[in-house]
Every structure is written in structure tokens, then in C-alpha cells.
């Protein structure tokens, strides 16, 4: 965020890694509560915010304000659409958007329903009597009122109407996604996996991923506020894997700590700002800094990154 220019026709923004400009992806991840089918994964642009606005308002000038009350707008602007319900969770506001995602559904599951149904009436008559029968259910189930929160906007009231959305939706944004590291898992994923063998026997035995005894010496010197071992420490792990690997990518040494110190001793023990000041401090003590052992993605904080993460409520480690 903090590399995006104030241009409101710029998607570009400038790749921490390799300091080339780039378009960043939004991965959204839809779960059905108590389903057991994998979720759906679709990425879209991450914009801009002053390419959002001016985007958004592109849109209510040629189809007016009422069209982001109206479930089509979900697949007639995914870009715009997912790229709102981000943003409105990341400046913490409430909106009905996320429930027009699930009434989109509902009217998508419900229009199939009905084909289905003409398609079974032309096959037989009993056919058309179950039709009747599942068509006159979808429409007492539509004319139920369901209760909503007591001050809830007119269209929460309107999309409560269909009995499926009276569950609660929920957003939450996430501060990484597991399923993007080709360079193999980061450290606070490793924490968290029970393996049946001993450390001894990780140790001696996968070269490609962090010890969980190395863990431990991190987490352990994150206690003392001492962050300039664990910066030296993970660059040489990481030349070790890379040698074993054969890959290049490797994490930022910056996150890979920080998350593991969120996920192994909890995000609400952690003071993201003391931290920083902390890593930035070791990072300078470092004779090494400036030669291959350390990429730039390994740098401290930036400014303006600091400046967007005051701003934006934070993100969710899972």
C-alpha cells in the first residue's frame, strides 16, 4: 500500500522483493459455515484506493446509486465489488455489502432451482407437482421475515427477508495467504504443525524448512527484546535451504519473525510498534546488512508502511 502512487488510473504499485512495479492481487477465499467442500479461491487487481473511488463513482454516474443495492453488482463488477468489501472492513465499516454476496448466490441457487423445475414439469406430471411444491417452499421461505439488529439500514432489512440470509456473514482479512509460498511455509505454519517425530529426528532429517529448535531460539530472544541473534540466525538458515532447495525466493525475515512471535506467543502480547523499533535497531547493528545474506524485503518498516497500518484497522494471522 504505502508503494502505490496518488494516480487515479494507476493499478501499479512497486514489488517489495525486487523493487519492479507490479499489479497487486486481492485472494478471496469463500467459506460455507459447517460445509466440508473446499472453499473458493479467486484472486481480482487490489486497487488503488483513489482508482476505487473514482471506479465506484464511474459506475453510480452510468447506473446510478441504487445498482450497489442490487445482487447483480457482485457479478457484474467483481473488482469493484470485492475491492469495497475490503476496504470498508480495513476502515472498519459496517455496509451491506457482504450480504449482497450471499443474496447473489441465493438468487443464482434459486433461478436454477426453477429452471430445474420447468425442465422436470415438460418431463411429467409428477415431476411438475414436486416442482410446484419446491417452488411454493422458496416462496414462503421468502416472504418469512427474519430478525435483524435493531437500527439495521432499510436494505439489511429488505435482504433479511430470504431466510438464508438471516446467518451472519463474516469478512475478515487476512495478513498472509499460506497458499502463495512457492519458497516453501513459513515459520509461524511450521509452529503449528504437530508432527509425530521428535525435533531430533526434523532436525536431522528435512533440510528444506526451519528447525523447531531454531523456533524456540527465536521466540526466545523475541522475550528478551533481542531481535539482532534471530536476524543473524534465520540468514544463515535460509542460505543452508537455499543450497538444499536450489530456489532463490525466499521470505522476509521481517514477517517470518514477526508472525511467529503473533502466532507462538500470541498477537495481543505483542507491540507491533516496539517491535519495529526493535528490528530496525538490530537491522542497522548488522555488519552484513548490505551484502547477499540479507534481501530487501528483509528491511525494516518504511515510513509510509508504518503510516498505513495506524490508519487501516489490522490484519487477521490464521
Given at each position: 500500500?504505502?508503494?502505490?502512487?496518488?494516480?487515479?488510473?494507476?493499478?501499479?504499485?512497486?514489488?517489495?522483493?525486487?523493487?519492479?512495479?507490479?499489479?497487486?492481487l486481492?485472494?478471496?477465499?469463500?467459506?460455507q459455515?459447517?460445509?466440508?467442500?473446499?472453499?473458493?479461491?479467486?484472486?481480482?487487481?487490489?486497487?488503488?484506493?483513489?482508482?476505487?473511488?473514482?471506479?465506484?463513482?464511474?459506475?453510480?454516474?452510468?447506473?446510478?446509486d441504487?445498482?450497489?443495492?442490487?445482487?447483480?453488482?457482485?457479478?457484474?463488477?467483481?473488482?469493484?465489488?470485492?475491492?469495497?468489501?475490503?476496504?470498508?472492513e480495513?476502515?472498519?465499516?459496517?455496509?451491506?455489502?457482504?450480504?449482497?454476496?450471499?443474496?447473489?448466490?441465493?438468487?443464482?441457487?434459486?433461478?436454477?432451482?426453477?429452471?430445474?423445475?420447468?425442465?422436470?414439469?415438460?418431463?411429467?406430471?409428477?415431476?411438475?407437482?414436486?416442482?410446484?411444491?419446491?417452488?411454493?417452499?422458496?416462496?414462503?421461505?421468502?416472504?418469512?421475515?427474519?430478525?435483524?439488529?435493531?437500527?439495521?439500514?432499510?436494505?439489511?432489512?429488505?435482504?433479511?427477508?430470504v431466510?438464508?440470509?438471516?446467518?451472519?456473514?463474516?469478512?475478515?482479512?487476512?495478513?498472509?495467504?499460506?497458499?502463495?509460498?512457492?519458497?516453501?511455509p513459513?515459520?509461524?505454519?511450521?509452529?503449528?504443525?504437530?508432527?509425530?517425530?521428535s525435533?531430533?529426528?526434523?532436525?536431522?532429517?528435512?533440510?528444506?524448512?526451519?528447525?523447531?529448535?531454531?523456533?524456540?531460539?527465536?521466540?526466545?530472544?523475541?522475550?528478551?527484546?533481542?531481535?539482532?541473534?534471530?536476524?543473524?540466525?534465520?540468514?544463515?538458515?535460509?542460505?543452508?535451504i537455499?543450497?538444499?532447495?536450489?530456489?532463490?525466493?525466499?521470505?522476509?525475515?521481517?514477517?517470518d519473525?514477526?508472525?511467529?512471535?503473533?502466532?507462538a506467543?500470541?498477537?495481543?502480547?505483542?507491540?507491533?510498534?516496539?517491535?519495529?523499533?526493535?528490528?530496525?535497531?538490530?537491522?542497522?547493528?548488522?555488519?552484513?546488512?548490505?551484502?547477499?545474506?540479507?534481501?530487501?524485503?528483509d528491511?525494516?518498516?518504511?515510513?509510509?508502511?508504518?503510516?498505513?497500518?495506524?490508519?487501516?484497522?489490522?490484519?487477521?494471522?490464521?
Open positions: 500500500m504505502s508503494n502505490w502512487s496518488a494516480e487515479d488510473s494507476n493499478l501499479n504499485t512497486l514489488c517489495q522483493a525486487c523493487n519492479k512495479l507490479t499489479v497487486p486481492l485472494t478471496i477465499s469463500v467459506n459455515h459447517g460445509a466440508t467442500s473446499p472453499s473458493e479461491s479467486f484472486s481480482v487487481p487490489y486497487l488503488n484506493p483513489l482508482v476505487l473511488r473514482k471506479e465506484l463513482e464511474n459506475i453510480l454516474t452510468q447506473e446510478g441504487l445498482s450497489l443495492a442490487e445482487a447483480k453488482f457482485v457479478e457484474e463488477h467483481p473488482i469493484i465489488y470485492w475491492n469495497l468489501v475490503w476496504t470498508f480495513r476502515i472498519n465499516v459496517q455496509s451491506h455489502l457482504p450480504n449482497l454476496c450471499l443474496k447473489n448466490r441465493v438468487d443464482n441457487q434459486s433461478a436454477a432451482n426453477k429452471a430445474q423445475d420447468n425442465n422436470a414439469e415438460d418431463n411429467s406430471v409428477s415431476a411438475s407437482d414436486s416442482g410446484k411444491e419446491s417452488e411454493d417452499n422458496t416462496e414462503d421461505c421468502a416472504n418469512c421475515m427474519q430478525p435483524v439488529k435493531e437500527g439495521a439500514d432499510p436494505l439489511t432489512q429488505e435482504l433479511a427477508t431466510e438464508h440470509l438471516s446467518a451472519q456473514v463474516s469478512v475478515q482479512c487476512i495478513w498472509d495467504n499460506p497458499r502463495l509460498h512457492g519458497e516453501g513459513p515459520m509461524y505454519i511450521l509452529w503449528q504443525r504437530r508432527d509425530a517425530s525435533s531430533l529426528v526434523s532436525a536431522l532429517t528435512d533440510q528444506t524448512t526451519i528447525g523447531r529448535p531454531v523456533m524456540q531460539s527465536i521466540l526466545g530472544s523475541v522475550h528478551c527484546n533481542d531481535l539482532l541473534e534471530p536476524l543473524k540466525r534465520l540468514a544463515m538458515e535460509r542460505q543452508k537455499q543450497k538444499v532447495r536450489g530456489i532463490d525466493r525466499t521470505h522476509s525475515i521481517y514477517r519473525i514477526l508472525f511467529l512471535a503473533c502466532k506467543l500470541g498477537r495481543s502480547n505483542i507491540d507491533l510498534n516496539a517491535f519495529d523499533k526493535e528490528y530496525a535497531l538490530a537491522f542497522s547493528r548488522l555488519p552484513e546488512r548490505n551484502s547477499k545474506m540479507y534481501r530487501a524485503q528491511r525494516p518498516l518504511s515510513l509510509g508502511s508504518s503510516y498505513c497500518r495506524q490508519y487501516f484497522k489490522p490484519l487477521s494471522l490464521v
